[in-house]
Nanobody
């Protein structure tokens, strides 16, 4: 069974940076599309960044493009999200998700396996 565990969330001031990490276990990372999603209070879950299957391509939402970077370490089975120039509107619970042989997608409904999430709060 796919297991995903997020870490690295916290409180940061506007303009600051955070690095989230997703530890993947019990599956082969290269066989999955994997991405980061977020859900703010009262809002629907939305895609932030993702890798295509095998990690050949990356995709970002317009709201984070140029500020966030997704990366992966296949040897460690981790997928990280470096978040720079954070804004209050980035405040949300951030989730890591994976889909076996999935397509490159930022649509949460395309992903079946989810972590428990980590809270990111951007506030002064």
């Amino acid at each position: 069974q796919v297991q995903l565990v997020e870490s690295g969330g916290g409180l940061v001031q506007p303009g600051g940076s955070l690095r989230l990490s997703c530890a993947a276990s019990r599956f082969t990372l290269n066989n999955y599309a994997i991405g980061w999603f977020r859900q703010a209070p009262g809002k629907e879950r939305e895609g932030v960044a993702c890798f295509s299957i095998g990690g050949k391509s990356t995709y970002y939402s317009d709201s984070v493009k140029g500020r966030f970077t997704i990366s992966r370490d296949n040897a460690k089975s981790t997928v990280d999200l470096q978040m720079n120039s954070l804004k209050p509107e980035d405040t949300a619970v951030y989730y890591c998700a994976a889909e076996f042989r999935g397509s490159s997608s930022l649509d949460p409904s395309d992903f079946a396996s989810w972590g428990q999430g980590t809270q990111v709060t951007v506030s002064s």
